[in-house]
Each structure stands twice: as structure tokens, then as C-alpha cells.
């Protein structure tokens, strides 16, 4: 596997998680401000800080939502990210299944006239969830018709490492709008609306609890190691693929450091803002990871140190 | 859509004959279109353009506003050959590559043929694809050129001749695949009630002989495809040949030459061995430490790998000295040189600007000649005299008393046609046809070739980045 090559796939499997997940949380975030009483805004500037943005006082749901659908200088907008995506794929041409090739070229073709029409609340769940649609067929082909090969693992890598990445995002805004709601407002709606953005609210019933409490549901999100879209989930699977691949001392280390960081996730909603700030924690240490794995399997070797006396002639040269 | 109410034009149709009947191996493909009407047939049009945009099929402009990633213009209307033509050229082309690779070696060896006044001292000297660093090189099966892309067109005589042997970095291979996987794709009927030779498997041949050059004793030789990268014209080929022979798509930046010669790839577990070379970068460019110090798309020491015999690389590098306009005029010399026969395939009548007499009667018939620069290709740089204004071709006489190496010039041939669907209407559109010659341990032809129409009315540059399309192209038996 070239390392090259092995990049370009990581980072297309990253911004194709990137998408979904953009289209998923745009998507509970609406879902959620339609169970609000009438006349409250909030929500949308909590969106943007969440997703690493300065946040602006007074943005209406019509700039978000551009921001995060369609803009061309975001580089995580759903449009630019699959259009990177697609641009990564073309240059794996020879390594990708050609029907996932037509899948991705086709999702992205589709994409702005998709992201334009969910500008409109009334046709946003049906173009997000298409988008949503079409990235697990995508992953379907690629899951069914291609070798698990180091290439599928790179994919694959790329692709947990952000979802693990995003679902700590949207727990973020999830327990911000939560706490910030008046009168407790649809504290329960909130979680059960993430819960179902994240497709994991029958799995949460059947394998947690009836009952919705921030505790059980945030946990759930972070630490079950069986629910495919929960942190420790992501972990542990891109734990086993870097077992496989050579010489995974170091980012395989900073995988398992991220790991332990989930226990403290019950304590640390017991503290004021000790959420927020576990939070911060985990995204800071999956960043490490990801230098680790850039530094390992995609940088090229530095040049070595040239002597000063070399380089006097080549001065002269 | 009548074939009847197809425009009568002077020029030679390659389906419809002088007095408007279809010819013999037209006439399944003229009765079906007759059946279809125009609605059916611009739905067809609108799936098979549909299908481009899917498959994502594209090649790349470079313009001023930056490099577009365009879809690949594909006519539906294809061109057909009837198979008894075909073997004649098939065996054409196969005589030509065979003495173009005799004389490359000989050239880079002996010089026989200058020796024995043949071929011009005063040509090679001027020639700017020969390369010093080839000089004293033997290569396996005496193959230098193991890619080539021959340019073939048929006048208004009927007269199939050779236009042009791209010897360096031929692409559109993958376009002629892609057209046939198209059509039976969106036209399946077409080819249930008639003999349409079905395409080799070209990527398979291309494969066995890339392999046939592995200079190590392997069963699997490592075979990577070099690649400019994802921002060159033909990368969709690339990646598209890479694909289908399970190759490795390589850039310059994922190759290194260690000091025992060996060529080596980056991979996440570390360097690993590279034999085979298909590269599709131009040889000046393959490595900076011999050729332009500043190419970041080569690989240094590359050649020292190369003259070491650590690495083959397809097409060799210094294959280019016999693609060169003013050497092609030398082939059929070559044929009759070097393998004692009569050419098969005819050349295109040519003036050469560097002889005396020749340059006095294409500067005093510049309005009936089409002048065309010894070494470019894509259909940059040339003049085609009827159709220049007064002072275009002022400025071309000037380039050529300047440099008269680097210019010859051909009669303005009267390219033959195909129907071609324009708007709901058929239109008689020029065309040429590039077919596909392998020479490694043996020697292929595609059946067929890549047929490139130029879709402007009367225009005849059928270059893709000139606004040229496409058609599949047909080898039909007769009478069957």
C-alpha cells in the first residue's frame, strides 16, 4: 500500500463521516428547535460553536444552515466535503470498487441542488436523510464488494476516527441545549431527538433503559462498546485495525490514552461544566491520534540535516 | 431517423456510399436507426450522457480560468470497418512498429541506416527527442517503443493512410473501452443481430507484456503506472489502466533509486521493489539528476536505474527520436530497410521545410498545405493553410525560413466521414482513428482503435482538447 495512496483514502473515509454526521446533526438540530415553543432561537449559534466556529450572537437558522450544507469556504460543509471526498476517490480510481466510485461521483453530482433544497425546512429531512442514505450505500458497497485489505483499513480508520470525533460534537450541543433550555424544556425531547439522529434510540431502549436520563444517554454515546456510533465503539475498532498494520507502537498508544479518557465520562457530568470540559479533552487527544497516524504511515522521511560545508557548495554550485 | 435524408458531401462517408445507400456492413446499423424515431433517439442520447456524468468518464482542459475536469464528449452513431480492411492494417501497423523499434535501437546502437545513407546524419542531429543518455542500449526483445498510438485517416481517394506514430506517452486507450462498455451498455440490440468483433482484452495483453520486461525472475512483478497526477489531462486514463491490471497509480514523489540502483516505492510498511514501469510522463521529465533539474514529476536517478537494468520502463526512454513529423517521413525507408518489404500502409505525401526545394514549394502553397511542427502533439502549434487568414500565414512563413527543421508540411487531406448526431439530425462530421500496437515478448493490435470526430461542421482537429468527440468503433465481418 502506497503511503500516498493510504492517505488519500484515510481522508476520504473521513470526509464522507464528516458529511453524514454534518447532515445528521443539522437535521436532530431541527428536529429539536420544532419542539421548542414558537419564538425561541435557540440552538443554531451553539451549533457553530460546537463545530469550531467563533461564535456570533444573533445568526438566523437560514445562515447556519448555508454554513453547514452549502458553503463553499467551509471546508466541513456537506457539499465541499463530499466534493473532496469525490476528488480523493478520483485519485483511488484503481483501488476503490468502480461501483462505489459511480456512487460517491453520482452523491456528489446530486449534492447542491440536494443541500439547496433543504435550505427549506419543509424539504430538509428528506435531502439530509438522502444524503444520509447514500453515504451507508456507499459504505455498503465498500463494506460488500471490496477486500478487507490494508486499503478498506485505511478507509476505515479515517471514517472512525472522525465519527468518534463527531459524536462527541453532538453530544456537546446536545447537552448544551439541554441545559440552557427554559423551564427544563424537552430536556427529554432533546436526547431522544440525538438519539435518534445518531440512529441509536431503539438500540439505546433495548440495550439501556426505557427511561431517557442525560446520564444514561450521554454514556451510552461515549462508552458502549457495541453500538456502532459510540466513541468507545470507534476506539476499540480502530484499535484492532492498527494492530494490523506495521509498526503501530505509537498511535496505537495514543488510541488506547483516548480510550481510558471515557470513564470519566459519569463523573465528570456530576461537576459544574465538567462535561464540556471531558469533552474537550477527548477531541484534543483523537487530534494526537491523528498526528500520530499522520506521522507513521504518511509523512514522508525528513530530509536528512545537511552539513554546513555541504551546504556552502551547494551555494557555489 | 432516416438515413436516406442524410446530406450528400464530397468526401468519402464511412457508412453511406456515393450514391446515399448504406454500405455492406452499414446496412443492419442503417435499419435499425430507421426505426428509431427522433425522440428515441435523443433519449438514448440523454442516457448515454447521463451515464458519462455517473461513471465519471473525463479528461482535463487547461485553460486560462484554470483546469476543468470535462465529460467525455461520446457520439452515439459508430464507425465501422469491415474486417477483410482490417487485417490488412492490423498487419500495417504491426510492420511499422517492428521497424520503428529496429530503428530506435539502431539509431541509440550502429546507425546502420545513416551509415548506409538511408536516413539524413542532418536529421538526427536536429532532432530534440534524441536522447544522449540511450546511447549503446540493447533492450529486451529489441523493444523501445512497447505503447503505440498510430494515427491512421482515409483521404477522399478511399485510401486509408498513416497520419502520424505517437511513440511517446499515447493515450486513449481507456476512452475506446470505455465507448464500447457505453454502447452495449445503452444500444444492447445493436450488437444481438450482427458480427461485431468483440474488443480484446487490452488491459490483459498490456498487462502480459509489461510483464514480459520484469528484469528480475518473478512470478509477480511489482508494475506501477507513473503518473503526473490527478491535475494532467489524461489522469482518468491512468488511473483507469492502473485499475484494470491491478497496478500500482504512482507519482514521482512515491519512487526512489537507493544506491545499489534499485528503483523502490514508499509504502506504509516501509520501501519495496519496483520492475516495471509504465510511465506516463514525458522522458524529458522522468528524472531531474539527467534531464530538467527542476521536473518535480520524475524521479531522480531513474536513469542510472534504468541503463543498470534494475527497472524497465514502457516506453523506454529515448523511444521519442521516431516521433518526430520530420522522421515519420522516413518509415516506409525504415520498412524496406530494415525488414527487406514493401510497406503496407501508405504515408501521408509530405514536404520537408528543411530541404531546399520542398520549403520553396510549401512557402509558395502555404493556402493549400497544412503545416505542422516536428514535435508537438495534440494539434497545438500547426497551420492549416485553406482556412488561415492572409496574415496567419505570413507569421507561419516566417517560422519556417527561422526553423525549418522543426517544420513539414502535407497536403490538406479531405478526412473521410461518419454520421454524426447532431441536434435530431444526422450530419457528415470528419473523423481518424487511433489504434493501439503492443510490442514486448509478442506483438498486439486492438481490434479496432479509438475513432475521434471533430464535431464542429467542416472542422477536421479531432484532438479532445480541441473540441473533438468520439465514436465506438466497429470491425464488422461481412456478408454475415
Known amino acids: 500500500m ?38 425561541i432561537e435557540l440552538g443554531w449559534d451553539e451549533l457553530t460553536r460546537v463545530m469550531g466556529f ?15 450544507l452549502l458553503d463553499q469556504d467551509n471546508p466541513g460543509s456537506i457539499v465541499v466535503s463530499l466534493r473532496q471526498a469525490r476528488e480523493n476517490a478520483r485519485s483511488l480510481r484503481e483501488v476503490l470498487p468502480r461501483e462505489a466510485w459511480e456512487q460517491l461521483n453520482s452523491l456528489h453530482l446530486r449534492a447542491p441542488a440536494l443541500m439547496t433544497a433543504a435550505l427549506e425546512r419543509s424539504r430538509r429531512d428528506a435531502a439530509l436523510r438522502e ?107 480502530i484499535e484492532s485495525i492498527l494492530a494490523e498494520l506495521p509498526d503501530p507502537a505509537d ?48 509523512a514522508k522521511p525528513k530530509p536528512e540535516a545537511i552539513e554546513p560545508a555541504q551546504t556552502q557548495n551547494m551555494a557555489e554550485a | 431517423m432516416r438515413c436516406e435524408s442524410y446530406p450528400k458531401t464530397s468526401f468519402y462517408d464511412e457508412l453511406i456510399d456515393e450514391r446515399g445507400e448504406p454500405r455492406a456492413t452499414a446496412k443492419a446499423l ?58 490488412q492494417i492490423d498487419a500495417g501497423l504491426k510492420q511499422r512498429l517492428r521497424a520503428l523499434n529496429m530503428f530506435i535501437e539502431d539509431i541509440y546502437n550502429e546507425q546502420d541506416i545513416v551509415r548506409e545513407g538511408v536516413f539524413p546524419a542532418d536529421v538526427l542531429e536536429g532532432s530534440v527527442n534524441y536522447l544522449a543518455p540511450c546511447e549503446g542500449m540493447k533492450l529486451r526483445y529489441g523493444a523501445w517503443a512497447h505503447i503505440c498510438g498510430t494515427d491512421l485517416v482515409r483521404g477522399g481517394d478511399g485510401v486509408m493512410y498513416v497520419l502520424e506514430d505517437n511513440l511517446r506517452v499515447p493515450s486513449g486507450v481507456s476512452y475506446m473501452l470505455e465507448n464500447r462498455g457505453l454502447m452495449k451498455r445503452l444500444l444492447p440490440e445493436l450488437f444481438a443481430d450482427q458480427a461485431i468483433l468483440p474488443l480484446d482484452d487490452y488491459t490483459t495483453r498490456l498487462y502480459e507484456m509489461l510483464a514480459s520486461l520484469c528484469p528480475r525472475d518473478t512470478e509477480h512483478p511489482v508494475i506501477v503506472v507513473l503518473t503526473p497526477g490527478v491535475y494532467n489531462s489524461a489522469y482518468f486514463e491512468h488511473s483507469y489502466l492502473a485499475q484494470q491490471m491491478g497496478a500500482y497509480l504512482v507519482e514521482g514523489t512515491d519512487l526512489s533509486v537507493d544506491a545499489d ?24 521529465f522522468i528524472d531531474p539528476e539527467v534531464f530538467h533539474k527542476d521536473s518535480v514529476l520524475g524521479v531522480p536517478g531513474l536513469m542510472r536505474a534504468w541503463r543498470a537494468g534494475k527497472v524497465a520502463i514502457a516506453n523506454a526512454p529515448g523511444s521519442g527520436v521516431a516521433d518526430d513529423k520530420i522522421v515519420y517521413t522516413y518509415v516506409p525507408d525504415m520498412i524496406r530497410f530494415y525488414l527487406n518489404e514493401e510497406p503496407i500502409l501508405p504515408n501521408v505525401p509530405s514536404y520537408l521545410c528543411m530541404r531546399e526545394d520542398h520549403r520553396e514549394y510549401v512557402l509558395a502553397h502555404l493556402d493549400e498545405l497544412v503545416v505542422k511542427p516536428a514535435n508537438e502533439s495534440g494539434g497545438y502549434g500547426m497551420l492549416i493553410g485553406p482556412k488561415a487568414s492572409e496574415a496567419e500565414r505570413a507569421e507561419f512563413a516566417k517560422r519556417i525560413i527561422a526553423e525549418p527543421r522543426n517544420y513539414m508540411a502535407q497536403p490538406m487531406l479531405a478526412l473521410s466521414t461518419v454520421p454524426t448526431l447532431i441536434g435530431d439530425e444526422l450530419a457528415p462530421r470528419h473523423v481518424d482513428l487511433r489504434p493501439f500496437i503492443l510490442q514486448g515478448k509478442e506483438m498486439s493490435v486492438t481490434t479496432g482503435g479509438l475513432t475521434r470526430v471533430a464535431m464542429r461542421e467542416g472542422s477536421i482537429v479531432v484532438n479532445s482538447s480541441q473540441g473533438g468527440g468520439s465514436k465506438d468503433t466497429w470491425i464488422v465481418k461481412e456478408g454475415v
Not at chain 1, 467563533?54 to 453547514?68: C, I, M, N, W
Not at chain 1, 488510541?255 to 464540556?276: C, F, I
Not at chain 2, 433519449?43 to 483546469?67: K, L, Q, W
Request: aromatic share 6%.
Open chain 2, 261 to 284: 540502483d534499485v528503483v523502490t516505492m514508499r509504502t506504509v510498511a516501509g520501501p519495496r521493489r519496483v520492475d516495471v514501469i509504465y510511465r506516463r510522463v514525458d522522458d524529458k
Open chain 1, 2 to 39: 502506497l503511503a500516498r495512496v493510504a492517505e488519500n483514502l484515510y481522508w476520504m473515509g473521513r470526509q464522507l463521516e464528516r458529511a453524514e454526521n454534518t447532515a445528521r446533526l443539522v437535521n436532530a438540530t431541527t428536529q429539536v428547535l420544532l419542539d421548542s415553543p414558537t419564538g
Open chain 1, 54 to 68: 467563533p461564535s456570533t450572537q444573533g445568526v438566523t437558522e437560514a445562515d447556519v444552515v448555508h454554513l453547514f
Open chain 1, 131 to 237: 444524503v444520509v442514505d447514500a453515504r451507508l450505500l456507499l459504505a455498503g458497497l465498500l463494506n460488500e464488494t471490496m477486500s478487507h485489505d490494508a486499503a478498506f483499513q485505511f478507509l476505515r480508520l479515517g471514517a472512525l476516527l472522525e465519527r468518534a470525533d463527531m459524536t462527541s460534537r453532538i453530544v456537546d450541543i446536545s447537552s448544551a441545549v439541554a441545559c440552557t433550555a427554559p423551564g427544563g424544556l424537552g430536556m427529554e425531547t432533546t436526547w431522544i431527538s440525538i438519539l435518534k439522529a445518531l440512529s441509536g434510540f431503539q438500540m439505546y431502549r433495548r440495550h439501556k433503559n426505557v427511561r431517557i436520563s442525560p446520564k444514561a444517554v450521554v454514556s451510552f454515546l461515549f462508552s458502549d462498546p457495541r453500538f456502532p456510533r459510540a466513541i468507545r465503539y470507534c476506539l476499540e475498532n
Open chain 1, 251 to 298: 498511535p496505537l498508544r495514543s488510541a488506547r490514552q483516548t480510550a481510558r479518557l471515557l470513564a470519566k465520562v459519569e463523573h465528570s457530568m456530576e461537576l459544574n461544566d465538567g462535561l464540556p470540559v471531558l469533552i474537550d479533552e477527548i477531541q484534543q487527544r483523537l487530534c494526537e491520534l491523528h498526528n500520530a497516524i499522520h506521522e507513521h504511515y504518511f
Open chain 2, 30 to 87: 442503417c435499419a435499425h436507426l430507421n426505426l428509431q424515431s427522433a425522440e428515441d433517439l435523443r433519449a438514448r442520447r440523454e442516457a448515454v450522457d447521463a451515464a458519462i456524468m455517473t461513471m465519471g468518464i473525463s479528461f482535463t482542459v487547461y485553460s486560462d480560468a484554470g483546469n476543468i475536469d470535462r465529460a467525455w464528449p461520446f457520439d452515439l452513431i459508430p464507425r465501422i470497418v469491415p474486417e477483410r480492411e482490417w487485417k
